[in-house]
């Protein structure tokens, strides 16, 4: 539960009581309590004014299930930080040390100059944020001061073990990641962990060898701190210059200009060195423009009392052809292939952004997570179990195929066995001619959703943000509506104003 701490009445001198980050309230009101209650027992109200409530900002494009075109159109006419705001993955991840908000108001006030730190939004959200920022002159000028990121607890975690999670003939390659926390670190169920990644060395080799280079030093800085899937407008400009051949320099110069076809589809700074071969500089002198290497982001799916002193992921290794050659996910395949077990791995423990279980643990948890959606959950259950909550928890999983890529299905009969898991669905896509997803179940267990919410049950989803969290979005208002006579958006408008809608989607 929720508490304020130095409860009523107080000793004189001790300090006044404030409002924690977990009580819910909104950074206004808690400003606004907080303040309040400096002037109460300051014994002088006049001292320590109350800071006025102002009405929160309205941010109707902060949905990362919209597309970046529909976020744009939402928040035009409005300044020039909201419109940049709108450009992001509206994820508010942490992956580049802010949250949206942030991250667009220290853009446009200057005090970051980096377009690229936005992971989820790739390529998109940079040029966006590039066409937006060539328009500042016509705009609203920044706000001077700029929020901070979320909350982020640096650990050098030991790695354990990447255990594989689907069976033979899959068509996926699920890992259980482990890793080991140093004495102290501590994390909530919701929590997320990062991971500094290493990089391939052969890639990092490749590059260097494109450009005559082949320095030990320059091999290990690309592993461990430079971005190579994503050139930077920079280091591609300095391929532009030193392109020798007139027509790589002109298409060079047009994909600058945002023109997708005058380079290979999606391409890492291999695919460009490759495309065009004139351009050759310095090797120092390129590295030099490269973007860092920004962290990734992992729901964590270990229980703090379930699992003490680790912390774990559920991570599907990203593989894929692209351009003549295999292409591989940075963190996920040195996850899954490389790192080695009692390597030291630099990471961080980073609270959650209001994903968090109910305070009531007598309180219905509805949770829906396809795939790797399943990692919080897994947490929450775990720590459902341990604190011994009496409140009914529900799941909804789909994959592929029930014989290979039901992920955790032993634990889950246990949880359902104990009594944990009140209630499980599952949707296995190719196990049957016509394709079924969650979203499906829950239309089918329709009647028995609405009487959870009526009940008090909280929402939460995890998973794909473009496709899956706007399906089970759309299923739920079409639950609310067919059972419960009522307006669906509202009614999750509400439902997510009090909490109870919670949604960790990337």
């Known amino acids: 539960m929720n508490q304020i701490v130095h409860p009523l009445p107080q000793a004189a001198g001790a300090p006044p009581p404030f409002i924690p980050d977990n009580a819910p309230f909104t950074p206004v009101q808690r400003a606004w309590l907080n303040g309040f209650f400096a002037g109460l027992f300051s014994g002088d109200a006049a001292a320590s004014p109350v800071p006025a409530v102002e009405e929160e900002e309205d941010f109707p494009w902060h949905d990362p299930a919209m597309t970046l075109a529909e976020r744009q159109a939402l928040a035009e006419g409005r300044p020039l930080p909201r419109r940049m705001m709108a450009a992001m993955a509206q994820l508010d991840c942490g992956q580049c040390g802010f ?15 980096a377009l ?3 992971v989820p939004g790739g390529k998109e959200t940079a040029r966006a944020l590039k066409a937006l920022l060539a328009e500042a002159p016509k705009v609203a000028p920044a706000p001077k001061v700029v929020a901070t990121g979320p909350e982020r607890r640096s650990v050098a975690a030991r790695f354990v073990a990447a255990t594989p999670l689907n069976g033979t003939g899959s068509d996926k390659d699920v890992r259980h990641v482990v890793f080991a926390l140093p004495e102290g670190a ?89 495309a065009f071969p004139s351009a050759r500089p310095e090797a120092a002198a390129l590295l030099d423009r ?31 052809q692209s351009n003549g050659r295999q292409r591989k996910g940075v963190a996920s395949c040195f996850l899954a292939e490389r790192a080695q077990a009692g390597m ?53 999983f789909g994959d592929q195929r029930a014989k290979t890529d039901f992920l955790y299905r032993d634990e889950l009969d246990d949880l359902a066995r104990s009594g944990t898991l009140t209630r499980l669905d599952t949707a296995f896509s190719r196990d049957q001619a016509e394709k079924i997803y969650v979203q499906h179940r829950m239309a089918a267990a329709g009647a028995d959703l ?19 969290a706007r399906d089970v979005d759309q299923a739920l208002r079409d639950v609310i509506a067919a059972h419960g006579g009522q307006d669906g958006k509202a009614y999750l408008d509400r439902l997510t104003q009090a909490g109870r809608y919670q949604r960790d989607v990337y």
């Open 186 to 274: 501590t994390y909530e169920a919701g929590d997320s962990f990062g991971i500094m990644p290493r990089k391939c060395p052969d890639l990092a080799s490749a590059v260097l060898d494109r450009l005559g280079a082949g320095d030990a030093a320059l091999v290990e800085r690309i592993v461990t701190s430079l971005d190579i899937e994503r050139p930077s407008d920079a280091a591609v400009a300095l391929l532009r210059d030193a392109a020798t051949d007139p027509d790589e320099r002109a298409r060079l110069s047009a994909w600058l200009d945002g023109d997708e076809g005058a380079a290979p589809p999606g391409p890492d700074l291999l695919d460009l060195l490759d």
């Open 344 to 396: 030291t791995v630099d990471g961080f423990l980073q609270t959650a952004h209001g994903f968090r279980l109910p305070a009531d643990p007598a309180r219905g948890v509805i949770m829906i997570g396809p795939g790797t959606g399943i990692a919080p959950f897994r947490s929450f259950l775990h720590e459902r179990a341990a604190q011994g909550a009496g409140g009914p928890n529900w799941l909804f």
């Open 116 to 118: 690229t730190r936005c």
């Open 99 to 113: 949250q949206c908000q942030s991250y667009a108001e220290a853009i446009a006030s200057g005090a970051e100059t």
């Open 290 to 320: 490269l973007d860092p290497l920004q962290p990734r982001l992992y729901s964590i799916s270990s229980s703090p009392r379930a699992h003490r002193g680790e912390v774990h992921l559920t991570v599907a290794a990203v593989r894929w």
């Open 450 to 468: 609405w009487r959870w919410l009526e009940d008090g049950a909280h929402v939460y989803v995890c998973g794909d943000a473009r496709r899956m």
